[in-house]
Structure formats: C-alpha cells, structure tokens
C-alpha cells in the first residue's frame, strides 16, 4: 500500500546529510568533480577548496582580489588541472600544488556565471552577465570564438557530450541556443517564454489554473547521449529537450519546485542514463527518473517556438514555427503526473548541486546559503 510505496521511496537516502566542512568561512557557490571522485569548491570572497571523497579539505587557495568564485571546472582530459571564474576571469590551477594560477584567462567583458569544456579538452566555453560567450582555444590560448546573441545575462553555457563542435547556452532573456563552434550565430533558438504561454493556454482550461514566475532560464544539462537535454527555470518548470541535426525540439515539461529551479545535472549513470537531480529556490533537492518521458514521448514532440538563425538582413521573427497544438506537459495531461523518485527538504536555498562516486555508490553533493557542502548518499541505485 501507501506506507510500503512511501518506506521503497525513504530507502533512496541514508538518514539525513553529512557535513564537509573546511576552515573558510565563504558561502560555497559552485560545485565539480573529477573521474577520480575529488571535489572542488568555489565560494565568496575567492576561496577555492580541494576535498578528497571522505570529505576533508585537502588544500585551499584564496584568488587574488577577493572576488567571488563563481564557477569551477574540470579538465576533460587531466584530472589534476582545475578552472575556476572569478569576475571575468578565469584561472587555470593544478591541485596538486594548488598555489598561484598557473594561467589566466581575461577575456570575458563581465562576470562569469559558467565554464563548460568540451570533451576533447580543445576548447573551454565561458558565459557571462553581458550575455555574451567566449569559447577559448586552449591550444593557442586565444579567443577562437565570441558568441553574442543572448540580450540578457547568459547564466549558462554546456558543451554536449560526444559533439566538441557544439554547445547550448540559456539565459534570463528566456532563450535557450544551440550553437556550432564553426559559426557565430546559433544554428537554433526556442524560446520558453513561448513554451510557457502555450503551457498556460492549456492550464488555463482547469480549475484553479495561478501565475508562475517568467521562465528565466538559469541551468542546462545534457544526457551521456548527447541529444537530450533539461534546462531549468525560474518558474519552478524543468523542460526536456531533443536535439536532432541543426535543431531542437520541446519534448516534455513538469513543475520540479514551487520556486525557481537553480540547478539540473543528469546523473549520467550507464545503469540508468536519465535520472536527473535538481535543485531549487524552494530549498529542495529533487531526484527525477525523466526515462519514461524520454523514450515514450518521443513520437511527437512539440515544435514549439524553435527558429533557425537568419541572416542579419531578415527579419528576427522570419522562420519562426509553432505547433498548433497545446503544449506537452500541461494540467490534465496525464503524463504531466511525473513525481520525483525522493525529494530532499534541504533546508537551505540551493545554490549548486552535483553526484559524486564514493566506494562505487552514487552521492548528492549540494552548495546552499552556508559554508558547508552537504553530502546525500544514494541507495539502491
């Protein structure tokens, strides 16, 4: 029964969260970890900490000038080498002696919200307020590539696994892009301000329908596969995403958290490639299993809002496509049901979340309000 359901659903989390906790006392802003399960922590004020997978500090470094870290990045192809943004830079440290910035990149216009480095470890992509995304050649350690399209804050940017030429990026315009390193302009745009109007168009049929938050876009994540995608946004929606060739299609959507979502990350595990984790506003940490969704609703997606990059001449909206159907995902849709596998009641606002590998068991790390990292372990996975 309910109580038998409810008991299989607590088994996912061992009790409540353990605490990593070093001597800074910053709050932890960004998340990573390498293939060998070493964490880096980038917080306030510049402070840059190295955990091993039990949870101590190993080192600790302080960026110059105090800025705040607001991202750091592993090296695809060398676990020792680290990336972290700090205003609009970014430093390239190795922490096996994590000293002085072996490198620095000053390349970006305002402060950087994201790096992203594809998998041949070619290129490393940063995001920043002015909307814009510098794509760094780390072989000439030059600018290869400034992609200007977003009108807001670019608040992410992810090169998609198994593709080094292309890369999606979101922002507080609303608008997520896909784009090809070979090209300056997005090869394809949605818009989820379009996607949300249609989803209330259909809400707006039930009892009780309310107004959410505008959909900033604030996180994007893409599946081992390469073509599938979730990008989470301000109004608490998490929307999957299917790329084929040049373009991408809405495929689903569903209210992940009763405030904006700030962070998506699938897990990527080869037993089960679209469990995906969330973070949110509303201090909950979700887990989601979106295979259902991924497999099931791919007959026909909504071409929802998607339009093909046109020259400078034309006109912005020439190309434009929508569906006339009602969007994926809305009340009354059965399918819009989805509940998440466990949901954590965190407690703090979150502020990055990522999974960890330790002793061959999969585990939640989350970056909240404070100056601890909490640490989740997952059983049964």
Excluded at 69 to 85: E, G, K, N, W
Excluded at 185 to 210: H, K, N, Y
Excluded at 287 to 309: E, F, N, R, Y
Excluded at 327 to 344: E, F, Q
Aim: aromatic fraction near 6%; glycine fraction near 8%.
């Amino acid at each position: 029964g309910k109580t038998a359901i409810f008991m299989s659903i607590c088994t996912f989390l061992l009790g409540m969260a353990s605490k990593w906790t070093a001597g800074a006392s910053s709050t932890v802003l960004c998340l990573d970890v390498n293939s060998e399960s070493v964490v880096a922590s980038g917080a306030e004020k510049g402070a840059l900490t190295i955990w091993n997978s039990q949870g101590a500090a190993i080192s600790h470094l302080n960026l110059r000038n105090d800025d705040d870290v607001t991202c750091v990045s592993f090296s695809q192809t060398c676990d020792s080498i680290l990336y972290a943004s700090h205003s609009e830079a970014v430093s390239v440290l190795d922490i096996r002696a994590l000293k002085e910035p072996i490198e620095c990149f000053h390349v970006n216009e305002d402060e950087i919200n994201c790096l992203s480095m594809n998998e041949t470890g070619s290129h490393l992509a940063a995001a920043d307020d002015s909307g814009s995304i510098k794509v760094i050649d780390l072989a000439s350690k030059k600018v290869s590539r400034s992609l200007r399209r977003h009108s807001n804050i670019c608040s992410c940017v992810t090169f998609r696994p198994q593709r080094p030429q292309s890369l999606l990026s979101c922002g507080l315009d609303m608008q997520v892009m896909l784009w090809n390193l070979q090209k300056t302009r997005p090869v394809w745009t949605v818009s989820l301000q379009d996607i949300a109007q249609e989803e209330m168009e259909g809400m707006q049929q039930q009892a009780g329908c309310q107004l959410f938050n505008p959909p900033l876009a604030h996180f994007t994540t893409v599946a081992n596969c390469g073509n599938i995608f979730a990008c989470g946004a301000e109004d608490g929606r998490i929307r999957l995403f299917r790329v084929t060739g040049t373009r991408f299609e809405f495929e689903y959507g569903f209210r992940g958290h009763s405030l904006g979502v700030s962070q998506v990350h699938f897990l990527n595990s080869l037993s089960h490639p679209y469990w995906l984790i969330s973070g949110g506003n509303d201090a909950k940490v979700m887990l989601w299993d979106v295979s259902k969704q991924i497999i099931t609703d791919g007959k026909g997606p909504l071409k929802s809002a998607g339009k093909k990059s046109v020259s400078s001449t034309a006109k912005e909206g020439l190309g434009a496509r929508k569906s006339d159907r009602g969007a994926k995902g809305c009340k009354g849709n059965k399918s819009n049901h989805i509940l998440p596998k466990h949901s954590i009641d965190h407690g703090e606002k979150v502020n990055w979340i990522t999974a960890v590998d330790i002793k061959g068991c999969k585990n939640i790390l989350v970056a909240d309000q404070s100056c601890q990292i909490s640490l989740y372990p997952l059983t049964n996975f």
